[in-house]
DNA sequence: GCTTGCGTTGGAGTGTACTCTAAGTGTTAA
DNA sequence: TTAACACTTAGAGTACACTCCAACGCAAGC
């Protein structure tokens, strides 16, 4: 898969691939003709970057990561604690962010109450 | 209330606060003797704030919505939608998360296995 | 009166994660 | 063969949300 072909099929720019590439999140891709060539493990691995950049995993966070699977079987439980560790720390964001949703249902709620209350007001006053 | 009081109680920084303020999104505290003196509504608001904040939301939609308030009455509606889209917002980043979440746990629970066995190698090859 | 502590200001600096630019290469289609 | 197109690089620029700095103000306690 060519840089464009990866950058369409994720919905990210080919600078951000590189961007990626650079800082060590996904290993030297393949080129052909000087041209990136993704491998099927290359789109697996962007997949996961992804999916733990948009749960708000740091680019250092997933750069140590990425650096412990380098390095082989040795890190296995390494990698496991720092995946335990960043779970966790989604856990916590989760909980945080359905706290903000019911504070905004309750405060949404009041403006329906509100907007109701008006309403029959304006229908009384006619 | 003062800043150095406020700063403790929502474990922020006086800096935060002040810039804030400077933003809009906090309106004008009262100060006496130059120095800010934050009300109980002060305090509700911050409250609010942060807890958006944690939830992702940007100051430049927070200063959006602390501005229609400001406004009065007649913004009632248009306050509501935007909560109700925040809300929605915010609703996505859940599920995005409860997906990293879960993929996680699959990676952990792979480690773990990987581990056990290598353990069984170990006491097997004693 | 002097130090300590808490506050003030404007403005500069920082970290993170991109995002853009300029100048160039290599393949394909008319 | 020339234009269009997709790609390459290093490095500069940007957006966001703080965070820090220097220089100063003011009140309390020794």
């Known amino acids: 898969m060519t840089i464009g072909e990866v ?3 994720f919905n990210i720019s080919k600078d951000t691939l590189r961007y990626y590439e650079k800082e060590g999140l996904i290993n030297q891709v393949s080129k052909m003709n000087n041209r990136r ?3 099927e493990h290359d789109i697996e691995n962007i997949n996961f970057i992804l ?3 948009t749960a708000g995993m740091s ?6 990561y990425i650096d412990l699977c380098m390095q082989g079987d040795g890190t296995a439980e390494e ?4 995946l335990i560790e960043q779970r966790e720390v989604i856990c916590s964001k989760i909980k945080e962010m359905e706290n903000a949703y019911n504070k905004l249902s309750y405060k949404i ?3 329906y109450q509100t907007l109701l209350k008006k309403e ?3 229908i009384k006053g006619e």
């Open 59 to 64: 680019i250092e966070i997933l750069k140590k």
């Open 109 to 111: 709620d009041f403006y």
């Open 7 to 9: 950058s369409k099929k």
């Open 79 to 82: 990698r496991r604690n720092l």
């Open 120 to 122: 029959k007001e304006i």
């Open 37 to 39: 060539e993704y491998s």
């Open 51 to 53: 999916c733990m950049r």
